[in-house]
């Protein structure tokens, strides 16, 4: 079916950056919103970012003003640019995204998960 391959990840120094990407490949008839998420050991999955299909966006008050998503629909790719790092966001960032498929009996509309990617910030 649908599969998400993301990439990016690392290991920084507190105040660097990176630019995490995500992209989908499969059978896609239409993606619409596309989201990372972060999680570290113990603690509950958070959201960090949304994109609709227009490119409207909304951010988690922990990282708004660092961090911006964007997408490129053409290559069916979302980006996550993480500038002003803080030891705080290290974590495994996952991507996610809710993809209509197609199949010849019916269009279906679910959500996938990319298999994460490990940011680590340096104090």
């Known amino acids: 079916q649908v599969q998400l391959v993301e990439s990016g990840g690392g290991l920084v120094q507190a105040g660097g950056s990176l630019r995490l990407s995500c992209t989908a490949s499969?059978?896609?008839?239409?993606?619409?919103?596309m989201a990372w998420y972060r999680q570290t050991p113990g603690k509950q999955r958070e959201l960090v970012a949304t994109?609709?299909?227009?490119?409207?966006?909304n951010y988690s008050d922990n990282v708004k003003g660092r961090f911006t998503i964007s997408r490129d629909n053409a290559k069916n790719t979302v980006y996550l640019q993480m500038n002003s790092l803080k030891p705080e966001d290290t974590a495994v960032y996952y991507c996610?995204?809710?993809?209509?498929?197609?199949?010849?009996?019916?269009?279906?509309?679910?959500?996938?998960w990319g298999q994460g990617t490990q940011v680590t910030v340096s104090s």
């Open positions: 994109t609709t299909s227009s490119s409207s966006t």
């Open positions: 499969g059978n896609i008839f239409s993606i619409n919103a």
């Open positions: 996610n995204a809710e993809i209509q498929i197609m199949t010849i009996f019916d269009r279906k509309t679910s959500d996938y």
